[in-house]
């Protein structure tokens, strides 16, 4: 058992239930909302959050890990207004989402000064509430890892090291880079069951995310719904084998759903995801998978049991 901090206040790891891992209540562009803020509507954006939430907790989903963090305009007081309003327990991340460069404040910090960042919304509470974050996001994408990727990565581990709080990341699968998240996490102590390799699912490369397996990560096949690396249409396929071949117990599903994004116009979004919301996987991906002769059984150790393990190894890492 581990214990797990909630933006409603901390849980014990058997009280998760079904989990999304992958989910963002509300996506913005921190610079532009301050700078044109009468391009956003706050009020629009917490009714479009709570209906995707409430929804998701009709079909049968407890709890939500959202992983927005700073280079998302995290907010969890929005959090936890959708969490209270709806019933469905939400899980905060600390962490920064850069592909590239720190922001100008942090660039000449040292690791261990972003470290204590992350510990401090871990250990005290993010954005001067008590709201603490219970999980750690950093990312790498296609331009690989930069100097300052690589500082936020080692800050994660040493973040994770000291508070027992398991690790997530952004990939971009088609450059393998999971394997360096992989080797910098090492590099730093941690186990590599603590940590899910984000986006696993965006490639059909079988030796890539087979090297992830073996070195005992878990893989976030969790982009249900976008067609990023491979067509939605492909997906369900792509679960079904990596089931088949036995590596389900290693297995986080989510949609990496946004119940808002600026990055694009909404009805851009439905027109080239017309199938992406946070029920895609249990309205349409969980029935074609049982229909294969996938158990439920299956499916529950992937939404509980494994999620539920991923923060059970990160707390008990004996370091
Ligand atoms: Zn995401």
Redesign the pocket.
């Known amino acids: 058992m581990a214990n797990i901090n909630s933006v409603t206040g901390a849980i014990d790891s058997t009280q998760l239930g079904p989990t999304l891992t992958?989910e963002?209540l509300r996506?913005r562009s921190v610079e532009v909302a301050t700078q044109f803020p009468h391009l956003y509507d706050r009020n629009e954006e917490l009714q479009l959050a709570k209906e995707q939430v409430l929804a998701v907790r009709q079909a049968g989903i407890q709890t939500i890990c959202d992983?927005?963090v700073m280079g998302q305009d995290r907010d969890v007081l929005f959090m936890k207004e959708v969490s209270e309003c709806t019933g469905v327990t939400i899980i905060a991340a600390t962490g920064m989402y850069t592909c590239r460069d720190l922001p100008e404040p942090l660039r000449n910090k040292s690791i261990d000064y972003i470290a204590e960042l992350f510990i401090r919304d871990i250990e005290v509470g993010i954005q001067n509430t008590e709201i603490k974050a219970g999980f750690i996001k950093c990312a790498t994408d296609v331009q690989g890892i930069t100097p300052d990727v690589e500082k936020i990565i080692r800050a994660a581990a040493r973040a994770h090291r000291r508070t027992g709080v398991p690790i997530m990341t952004?990939t971009h699968a088609a450059s393998r880079n999971g394997l360096d998240q992989l080797d910098l996490l090492e590099d730093e102590g941690v186990t590599a069951r603590a940590v899910v390799i984000?986006h696993s699912g965006d490639t059909h490369d079988m030796d890539y995310l087979s090297q992830l397996l073996n070195r005992h990560a878990y893989l976030g096949i969790?982009r249900f719904g976008l067609s990023v690396g491979i067509s939605n249409q492909e997906r369900p396929a792509m679960l079904l084998k990596l089931i088949r071949q036995g590596c389900h117990r290693q297995l986080l599903v989510s949609q990496?759903y946004?119940g808002t994004i600026d990055w694009w116009e909404r009805g851009e979004v439905r027109s080239f995801a017309p199938d992406w919301s946070m029920t895609h996987l249990t309205r349409d991906v969980f029935p074609y998978i049982m229909e294969q002769g996938v158990a439920p059984d299956i499916l529950s150790e992937i939404m509980v049991n494994n999620v539920r393990e991923w923060f059970e190894h990160a707390a008990n890492g004996n370091y």
């Open positions: 992958h963002h996506v992983p927005s952004h984000g969790d990496d946004c």
